[in-house]
């Protein structure tokens, strides 16, 4: 299938387009940039982890007793640097941090994309860092699911103990309070991660989780936009759990439309959306079911999320500018965005 007009005219345009995604380590944040990879593709997207701009080292970072969370545990003035000289279209030589060894690799070179995916711990930190991203994303999972997906990961990607994993979050909790939870004030979204209600088994086993998407309210939409749900096909054709809800809620002193999605959506109706999606941003093929019978909550938020990001990057160079403080967060309490 040829590109779409959009895609081509994303291809053929000098502007590169800067995706943050912020949330603690192992909160599941490259899982929610998943569908803006398999849209755009390859040749279109890529990926910057921060943790590349750590300061020290695993055992530098022992030594001194500090956590990577501690802003001065890192380069940020350097990553600063590099995404203005990305977004200016020109390669920059960047580091490489190993997480199995816990050192530095030798710098590698990169060259940006027309859509820049930055995340980790800490990307809208600095008022200069926001400045320079176009949408901005936190994850933010409930404390239960985070430390079961972390432990997972930890020990069976990276050979940790659970023991250590456990040890590990304790001592990285009051910076990661202090440091990371409050960069979700600035968020144009905030993805909420809960077990299902209709059972941690089915969470654990077949990946479906309650997931809320908050979202701050659009100043530009496509015309004529229509992301119904086709309650016909819901109701006859699906035979399995699903709930969806849309609610107010307070992030940060600041009223964000809440939707919250749970179980598994038949595959028709879930095309359906997808199928509106093509035809409001003439973007496609979007096609996360891939031969699947069903698509979880995630997915669900995955979609309109992919939407809400695609109609960012289709006004973005009439949008107003986003004013930064050019300085570094810190604080809030340890309360982040007025967690549930």
Known sequence: MPPSDFKRVIAESPYVFVIGVAGDSGSGKTTFTRAIREIFGDDLVSTITIDDYHRYDRQERKVLGITPLVPEANRFDLLEEHLAELKAGRTIEKPVYNHDYGRFDPPVPFSPTKILILEGLHPFITGTL???IDFKLYVDPDPDVKRAWKIKRD????????????REMEERKPDYERYVAPQ?????????????????DVSEKRNVYRVTLCQS??????????????????????????????????VGGEAMGALTFDGE????????????????????PIDLSQDSDYLTAGDMAQLILAW??????????SAPGAGGTGRTVTGNNGHGCGRR
Do not use: H, W
């Open 130 to 132: 926001r400045d320079r």
């Open 155 to 166: 020990v069976e990607r990276r050979g940790y103990a659970p023991e250590a994993v456990l």
């Open 184 to 200: 979700c004030l600035f968020a144009d979204a905030v993805i909420r991660i809960a077990f299902s209600k209709y059972g941690r």
């Open 217 to 250: 309210r659009l100043d530009k939409s496509i015309g004529d936009v229509d992301l119904s749900i086709d309650l016909f096909g819901l109701l006859s054709l699906s035979e399995r759990d699903f709930m969806v809800e849309f609610t107010i809620e307070d």
């Open 265 to 284: 959506l038949n595959d028709a109706v879930a095309r359906k959306l997808e199928r509106n999606i093509e035809i409001q941003t003439q973007v496609e």
């Open 308 to 317: 809400r990001i695609i109609n960012r990057r289709i006004f973005i160079e």
